[in-house]
């Protein structure tokens, strides 16, 4: 089976919605799906196979994405779908126009994944604009976009939920992005504190993700005031690059934590990140916007035990309490189990073994599997479609 995903965003530009898209390219090949990408040119990425990069150019006040040409995506996809016999949208702009036109010409089922929670979104990006049109306009445009397909497919239960009550009658089906779990074991913890010049000593609370408004980062930095009162030698490490980051490096200098919060920028996957984890002694994550919360799970499969708010998408992945504590929504209650945590350690130890076992459940494997079953399904269906159609004619 051939599958053409379409997205405006992918590697080198990282985010969710490029690792989701190539954790699953890597592993749905174990399933006899073979996948072929249409997506933007950044300018600096590696050729590769089955990848097809369509000009762009930065989006004004975002350099880190791309604006591709209406007409190239338009092209571009039609050309790569010819062969194919599902498309898979993983993004609502421009590929997503694409992909269903594409679709639609070639009478191919067509299925998106609804990443991303725009009615949260808008507000920080907008902020001069009312709160309730801006969330009218984002739920009007995600229940048109999604009654136009054959299929979406959502990160959580929570998005479902939320997308029903957008009037999104299309069958909707919960299919988390699995975790490549070798990938974030055997990190070496001394070397990324020795080449970040954190003391071996020294307790380090982590997150790691897009430094945006809406990752919630400042609640963070709040939870950093009370946890400090318990913990003064805490460090608050911030992993990632973003929007965000020169209004939080000022709010830092505001609130005097300025010896207490180190952003280090952008990790390489491969050797960095794994190493970041492994320095940690908790992860932090405070995000009420979640679709999913894949860098909870990479945080847990590192054995890395997980302090977060239990909100939106995430709350599939805490609910159940294994390997993570999720404080009240509040900076106080989220700097108490903070400090808790690193002042018992004996108390919270079970986390570090509960972790990795948990983050198993998540695995790669496993969700491709579901999500190949899918797509056979969605075919099936089709073929049928087209049959019973013949016969009626």
């Known amino acids: 089976m051939k599958v053409l995903m379409v997205s405006d965003v992918y590697f080198p530009r990282v985010n969710g919605v490029s690792t989701s898209i190539e954790t699953f390219r890597q592993t749905l090949s174990r399933f006899g799906v073979e996948v072929r990408l249409v997506v933007p040119s950044y300018g600096n990425e590696i050729t590769e196979p089955d990848v097809i990069r369509v000009p ?3 989006l004004p006040g975002d350099p880190e994405d791309r604006l591709v040409g209406w007409r190239a995506m338009h092209k571009a996809v039609l050309a790569a779908a010819e062969d194919c016999d599902l498309i898979h949208i993983q993004t609502p702009f421009i590929a997503h126009y694409a992909g269903l036109k594409a ?5 191919l089922p067509v299925v998106a994944t609804y990443h991303t929670l725009f009615e949260e979104y808008l507000q920080h990006y907008a902020p001069l604009i009312p709160r ?29 939920e939320r997308l029903t009550s957008y009037g999104v009658e299309t069958p909707s089906h919960v299919l988390p992005t699995g975790i490549p779990l070798e990938r974030f074991g055997g990190g070496n913890r001394q070397r990324f504190r020795r080449e970040h010049g954190i003391l071996s000593t020294r307790p380090v609370a982590l997150f790691v993700g897009r430094v945006a408004h809406e990752k919630n980062i400042e609640f963070l930095l709040l939870s950093m005031l009370v946890a400090l009162k318990q913990r003064p030698d805490l460090l608050l490490v911030i992993a990632g690059e973003g929007p965000a980051t020169d209004d939080l ?4 200098k505001t609130l005097g934590l300025h010896d207490s919060v180190q952003f280090i920028g952008y990790l390489d996957r491969q050797q960095e990140l794994p190493d970041c984890y492994a320095a940690a002694d908790v992860f932090v994550f405070a995000s009420v916007t ?9 945080a847990m499969a590192a054995g890395l035990p997980v302090i977060a708010l239990s909100e939106m998408g995430t709350r599939d992945i805490l609910e159940t309490q294994r390997g993570a504590i ?12 903070l400090a808790d945590f ?3 350690p004996s108390a919270w130890s079970h986390l570090r ?7 198993k459940e998540w695995s790669d494997v496993a969700m491709a599997g579901r999500l190949a079953g899918l797509y056979q399904q969605l075919a099936g269906e089709k073929i049928s479609a087209k049959s019973l159609s013949t016969v009626t004619a």
């Open 342 to 344: 690193l002042n018992r």
């Open 103 to 107: 679709a639609r010409k070639l009478d």
């Open 249 to 252: 490096k000022k709010r830092v």
């Open 132 to 160: 309730a049109w801006l969330r009218g306009q984002a739920r009007g445009f995600s229940r048109r976009q999604c009654n136009a397909l054959d299929g979406v497919i959502v990160p959580s239960t929570a998005m479902r």
């Open 290 to 298: 979640e679709t999913q919360g894949l860098v909870l799970l990479e």
């Open 326 to 337: 999720t404080p009240r929504a509040e900076p106080a209650a989220f700097g108490i189990a």
């Open 353 to 359: 073994h509960e972790a990795p076992e948990y983050a």
């Open 56 to 58: 762009g150019r930065p």
